[in-house]
C-alpha cells in the first residue's frame, strides 16, 4: 500500500482526503494550523448565495469523519524532499522516488498549502496600520461575522469605502496577476454593511468590476438595487487620516475625468491572495515553484493536478487564486489523479 | 486696479464631503432605475442629440450622482447642459440595465428648474 501525504487541510486537502479515503487509500493530512479551514471559518458568509460560512466549513469537516484519514494538525511542514533531489537511498527499495516529509517518508504528496492575503502594510499611501479607520476586507469580515461594525471611535460609522485591487494588479506591489475573489468579496460585504446598518452609505472603487462566476453579476445589481450600493470606476491613489478618526481618499472618477475626494468612517482594502509561506518554501525546495511563488503544474489545460515531479500533485490555491468551489474540486480531481496513479 | 494677470482657480476636484445631496436622493425616489447605471456609455453612443451637438446624456447623469449640478444648468452651453435632449427615448431602448433615461431628464430637468 503507497503511503499518501496530503500537505493542507484546507477545502482542496480537505475534498482530497475525503475521496482517497473512500477510494480505501489511507491518507495523513497534514495541517499547520490548530484546526482544518481556517479560510473559511473566518468567514461570515459566503458568496454568490450567503451561505453560512460556519455551516459550509461543518460539512467539509465531516468528510474527515473516515478511519482511512490520519488528520495531524499544529503540525507544519517544513521540509519536503524527493530522494531524486537528496538521493537518499530508500528510492532504491522500489525504483520510485520517495518523499521526505519532514522525517517521515512518503510514496506520494499532494500540495494543498494554499493562499496567504496580501499584507496591506506594503501598499503605504493607503495608511494600512497608520490612520485607525483603514481596514483590511479580512478584519471588515470580522466585525460583519461579529454583528459588530464601527469606526475607529468605536461608533456606528455614516459611510464606508471599499477599495478593490489592493496588492493584485499591481506592479508596484510586484503581482500582476488578478486574485478573482476581490470584486465580488467587496460586493458581497457592502450588501451585509448595507443590512447591518441601513443608513450606512457604501461606496466601493474598481479599476474593473471582474463578476466572472454564476450568480457574481446578478449580486452586484443587487447590491446597487435593493441596497443603494454606489460604484465608482476609479483607483483611490492614497489616503490620509483626519483629526477625528476617520480617512480621506483621493481617486479620479474616471468615468468623468475629475479628481474626487472623499472622507470616510472606514476604508476597506480588498487584499488580494499570493502564495502562502508554505506554498513558498515546498515548492521551491521541490522545484516546482511558479510564478510570484505560486506552485506550478504540469500543464495548465489537461495536467493541472500533476506537477513535473513525480509522485508530487498540486491542488487548490497554492497553485492560483481560487474560490471554495474551484478548491473542493480541484482536490476532488487531484484525488483521482492520484488514484489513477497508483 | 493694476490687473498683474493672476487669477484664482477653482479646484477641479469633485469634493463628495461638501456635496448636498438632497437632490440627488430626490432623483433616485423618482427614477429608481437610476441605481442600476454601470456608466457603459450606450446612452451616450445612441443619443440623437449627442450625433450632432456634444451632448453626453451619461456624463450628465454622472454629474448629476456625483451632487455637481451647477454644470447641468441650462445656460452653461457645456457638453451636459440637459436642454440639448430632445426626449427622443432612444437611450432607454439600447440601456442594458433597464435605466428609465428618458425619464431621468425629464426629472433632472424638473428637479434643476425647481
Ligand atoms: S477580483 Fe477584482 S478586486 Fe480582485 S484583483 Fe481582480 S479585479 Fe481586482
Ligand atoms: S432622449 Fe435625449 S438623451 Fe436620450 S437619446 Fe434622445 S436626445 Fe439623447
Ligand atoms: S446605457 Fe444605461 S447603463 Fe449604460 S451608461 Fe447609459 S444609463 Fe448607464
Redesign the pocket.
Given at each position: 500500500m503507497k503511503k499518501i501525504a496530503i500537505l493542507g487541510a484546507g477545502p482542496a486537502g480537505i475534498e482530497a482526503a475525503a475521496v482517497l479515503a473512500a477510494n480505501n487509500c489511507p491518507v495523513t493530512l497534514f495541517e499547520k494550523e490548530a484546526q482544518p479551514l481556517c479560510n473559511i471559518t473566518d468567514k461570515a458568509f459566503l458568496f454568490p448565495n450567503f451561505a453560512d460560512a460556519n455551516e459550509v466549513a461543518a460539512s467539509l469537516r465531516a468528510k474527515l469523519d473516515n478511519p482511512n484519514i490520519t488528520l495531524r494538525c499544529s503540525t507544519e511542514v517544513t521540509q519536503l524532499t524527493p530522494s531524486y533531489i537528496a538521493g537518499f537511498q530508500e528510492e532504491s527499495l522500489t525504483g520510485t522516488p520517495v518523499w521526505k516529509v519532514n522525517e517521515e517518508l512518503y510514496d506520494i504528496v499532494l500540495l494543498a498549502t494554499g493562499y496567504t492575503p496580501f499584507d496591506a502594510h506594503r501598499k503605504e499611501e493607503l495608511g494600512y496600520g497608520i490612520y485607525p479607520g483603514v481596514h483590511t476586507s479580512l478584519e471588515m469580515e470580522k466585525m460583519i461575522k461579529e454583528g459588530n461594525i464601527v469606526n475607529s471611535l468605536g461608533e456606528k460609522p455614516k459611510r464606508i469605502v471599499f477599495l478593490q485591487c489592493v496588492g493584485s494588479r499591481d506592479e508596484k506591489s510586484g503581482n500582476h496577476y488578478c486574485s478573482k475573489l476581490c470584486c465580488v468579496t467587496a460586493v458581497k460585504q457592502a450588501i451585509e454593511v448595507k443590512k447591518q446598518l441601513p443608513d450606512c452609505e457604501a461606496y466601493v472603487f474598481y479599476m474593473d468590476l471582474r463578476m466572472w462566476g454564476q450568480g457574481f453579476e446578478e449580486m452586484y445589481r443587487t447590491a446597487q438595487q435593493e441596497y443603494g450600493v454606489s460604484f465608482v470606476r476609479g483607483r483611490i491613489s492614497e489616503a490620509g487620516g483626519t483629526f477625528d478618526g476617520r480617512v480621506q481618499i483621493k481617486a479620479e472618477d474616471t468615468l468623468l475625468g475629475r479628481p474626487l475626494k472623499m472622507t470616510s468612517d472606514l476604508l476597506v482594502l480588498m487584499v488580494g491572495m499570493e502564495a502562502s509561506k508554505g506554498t513558498r518554501e515546498l515548492a521551491t525546495q521541490c522545484r516546482i515553484c511558479g510564478e510570484y511563488g505560486f506552485a506550478q503544474s504540469k500543464d495548465p489545460h489537461l495536467h493541472d493536478c500533476q506537477s513535473e515531479a513525480p509522485g508530487l500533485f498540486v491542488a487548490g490555491a497554492c497553485k492560483r487564486p481560487m474560490t471554495l468551489t474551484d478548491s473542493v474540486n480541484d482536490g476532488r480531481s487531484a484525488a483521482y489523479e492520484i488514484l489513477t496513479s497508483l | 486696479m493694476i490687473n498683474f494677470g493672476y487669477k484664482i482657480s477653482t479646484p477641479r476636484s469633485i469634493d463628495m464631503d461638501s456635496a448636498d445631496s438632497r437632490l440627488y436622493c430626490q432623483l433616485v425616489e423618482a427614477v429608481p432605475s437610476y441605481r442600476y447605471?454601470?456608466?457603459?456609455?450606450?446612452?451616450t453612443a445612441t443619443c440623437s442629440a449627442g450625433q450632432f451637438t456634444d451632448f453626453n446624456i451619461?456624463k450628465a447623469h454622472f454629474l448629476f450622482s456625483r451632487r455637481q449640478y451647477d454644470k447641468l444648468a441650462s445656460d452653461t452651453f457645456t457638453d451636459t447642459d440637459l436642454n440639448k435632449c430632445m426626449l427622443c427615448g432612444k437611450?432607454s431602448l439600447?440601456?442594458?440595465?433597464g435605466?428609465n433615461?428618458r425619464g431621468l431628464i425629464l426629472q433632472m430637468r424638473k428637479l434643476l428648474l425647481k
Open positions: - | 447605471c454601470i456608466g457603459c456609455g450606450g446612452c451619461r437611450c439600447v440601456c442594458p440595465r435605466v433615461t
